[in-house]
C-alpha cells in the first residue's frame, strides 16, 4: 500500500497563484448540498467543499473518519503555534476537508445543461436506537435469519400499534441482536441529475505546492468524481495566463 504523503498540511497556506481549473463531466453529475431534506436537489457548480474532495481523491487521499479527526487535531495545534486561525468548512456533514485552507474559488464558469432528471439513490441510514433498523436491512447473519424471522411476524402482527409508536420490547430486543445486522441499510432517496453541455471553468487561488502535486498526480492519474461515486470526471488545471 503506498505511503499517503500530507506533508502539505505542515506548511502555511499561502493560495496567491492564479489557475483556472477545468472539469469535463463524463457522467450526469448530481452535486447535492451538505443538508438536502427529503429530496436531493444538485447545484449548478461544485462548491469548494465539493473541490476539496475532488483534489484529494485525486492525490489518493483516502482517509477514514477517525483518522481526519485527528489529524485535525494536530493542524489546530499547528495552526496556533503558526499564528494562523484554523477553518476547515466541516460543517454540516461528516467529510472533513484536508485542503480547505490553501485554494480559494474566485469565479465559476458554468455551462449549459442539456437536461437533467431524478433518479432514485440509495441513501444510508442507522438507528441503533430502534428495531426500525431492521425493517430496512437487507442483510443479516446467515444463522440468525430463522429467529429474526419470527420476531419480524411478532412486529407485523400488531395491527394495533400505529407504525409510529415506540415498542420498548422489539427495540430491547434489537440491541441484544444488533451484531447480527448491518452497521446502515439503505432507503430509496430521489436525487437530482444533470447533463452539461460543455466545461465548468472555475478560477481559483491556490496554494502553489497544492498546484505542484495536483498537476503531478493528473499526469499519470486523472480519476476523479463529484457529487456522487458515478460523477466521473477528466480534470485539468493551469496557471492563468497574465
Not at 460543517?91 to 445543461?113: A, H, K, M, N
Not at 415498542?167 to 448491518?182: A, I, T
Request: hydrophobic share 35%.
Amino acid at each position: 500500500m503506498e505511503n499517503i504523503d500530507l506533508s502539505i498540511l505542515k506548511r502555511l497556506p499561502d493560495p496567491n497563484l492564479e489557475v483556472i481549473l477545468e472539469i469535463e463531466p463524463l457522467a450526469p453529475l448530481s452535486m447535492v448540498t451538505e443538508l438536502p431534506g427529503s429530496y436531493y436537489k444538485t447545484l449548478k457548480s461544485p462548491d469548494k467543499k465539493m473541490l476539496c474532495g475532488l483534489f484529494e481523491n485525486i492525490m489518493g487521499w483516502h482517509i477514514d473518519l477517525e483518522d481526519r479527526k485527528a489529524i485535525i487535531q494536530e493542524l489546530i495545534t499547528l495552526r496556533r503555534k503558526q499564528k494562523l486561525a484554523y477553518s476547515n468548512g466541516s460543517r454540516g456533514s461528516t467529510y472533513i476537508p484536508l485542503l480547505w485552507e490553501y485554494f480559494e474559488v474566485e469565479l465559476p464558469l458554468i455551462p449549459p445543461q442539456l437536461g437533467h432528471y431524478d433518479d432514485l439513490w440509495s441513501r444510508a441510514f442507522r438507528r441503533t436506537d430502534s428495531f426500525r433498523h431492521t425493517l430496512g436491512a437487507r442483510y443479516m447473519d446467515g444463522a440468525f435469519i430463522d429467529k429474526w424471522s419470527l420476531i419480524k411476524k411478532r412486529i407485523e402482527s400488531d395491527t394495533k400499534r400505529k407504525p409510529k409508536e415506540k415498542n420498548s420490547l422489539l427495540d430491547r430486543l434489537f440491541k441484544r441482536y444488533m451484531g447480527k445486522f448491518p452497521m446502515y441499510y439503505s432507503t430509496p432517496t430521489k436525487r437530482e441529475f444533470a447533463l452539461y453541455d460543455g466545461n465548468f471553468q472555475i478560477k481559483l487561488s491556490i496554494d502553489s505546492t497544492l498546484f505542484d502535486h495536483l498537476t503531478s498526480k493528473l499526469q499519470s492519474e486523472n480519476i476523479g468524481y463529484l457529487g456522487t461515486s458515478e460523477g466521473w470526471v477528466n480534470v485539468t488545471i493551469n496557471k492563468l495566463r497574465t
